[in-house]
C-alpha cells in the first residue's frame, strides 16, 4: 500500500482542483455540491461533480491520504480501467443512497470523496482480506476484514443516529458500491474467497433489513 500510480495522481489532482475552486468560488460550490431539493429537480450532475468538492483542507486531505493507502492494491490486482469504474460506480452509488435515505429532506446537502474512497477500500479488502491495517488510535494491527465490517456497522449506527456532520449514508454507499462492483469484475473471488465475502456482506443486508422494519 502506498505507491502512486499515475491513475491515482490524476484523480488526486482532480480532486485538489476543483476542491480549491470550490474554496474560493462560493457559487461554484453551490452549483455542484451534491443537494436533494436540486437532484429532484434534474440536476443529477451533483450525484457526480460532489464528489469532486470539500468543505476544507482536512477533509480532502484525509480522503486523498486513504486514497493514496488503498489504490495501489486494486490497481496491482485488477487493472488501472477496474479501478476507475469502481471508483466512479463508488462514487454514484454513495450519492445515490443518500439520495434514497433523504429524499424527503429537499434542504439536505454533501460534498466530498468519501463514498469513493469507501468502495476502493471495500475493494482491496476483498482482493487482500489477510491485510492488516494500523491505525493512529490504536497501536496494535487490524485485520482488514474486521475493520471494514466493524466501520460499516458504525456507519449504521452513525445513520440511525445522525451522528455529527458526517455522511455515513455516501460512506455506506461507496462500500456497497466497491463490494459489488469488485465482485462483478472479479469473479473469482466467489471460489477462493466465499466466506470472507460472506461476511462482508452482513452489514449490508442489516441495513437493508433494518430500512425495511422501519427502524432507519
Not at 457526480?48 to 484525509?62: E, K, Q, V
Request: hydrophobic share 55%; glycine share 12%.
Amino acid at each position: 500500500m502506498g505507491n502512486l500510480n499515475l491513475i491515482t495522481i490524476i484523480i488526486i489532482a482532480a480532486n485538489v482542483i476543483i476542491s480549491y475552486k470550490g474554496f474560493g468560488d462560493f457559487a461554484f460550490f453551490e452549483k455542484y455540491k451534491f443537494n436533494v431539493g436540486a437532484v429532484r429537480r434534474g440536476e443529477q450532475i451533483r450525484l457526480f461533480s460532489s464528489g469532486f468538492l470539500h468543505a476544507d483542507t482536512a477533509h480532502l486531505f484525509f480522503n486523498m491520504f486513504t486514497l493514496y493507502f488503498f489504490a495501489d492494491v486494486v490497481i496491482g490486482l485488477l487493472g488501472g480501467f477496474s479501478f476507475i469504474i469502481i471508483y466512479i460506480g463508488s462514487l454514484l452509488l454513495g450519492s445515490l443512497l443518500s439520495l434514497y435515505f433523504h429524499k424527503d429532506e429537499y434542504h439536505y446537502s454533501a460534498v466530498g470523496a468519501s463514498g469513493a474512497v469507501m468502495g476502493v477500500i471495500y475493494a482491496a479488502i476483498l482482493l487482500q482480506p489477510g491485510m492488516s491495517l494500523y491505525m493512529f488510535f490504536i497501536p496494535i494491527p487490524i485485520p482488514a476484514y474486521v475493520f471494514g465490517i466493524g466501520y460499516l456497522l458504525y456507519s449504521i449506527y452513525g445513520m440511525k443516529k445522525r451522528i455529527g456532520n458526517i455522511g455515513h449514508d455516501a460512506h455506506f454507499g461507496g462500500a456497497i458500491g466497491g463490494y459489488a462492483i469488485t465482485l462483478l469484475l472479479a469473479p473469482w473471488l466467489l471460489q477462493t474467497n466465499l466466506l470472507m465475502i460472506g461476511l462482508l456482506a452482513l452489514p449490508i443486508v442489516l441495513l437493508f433489513a433494518l430500512k425495511k422494519a422501519g427502524k432507519m
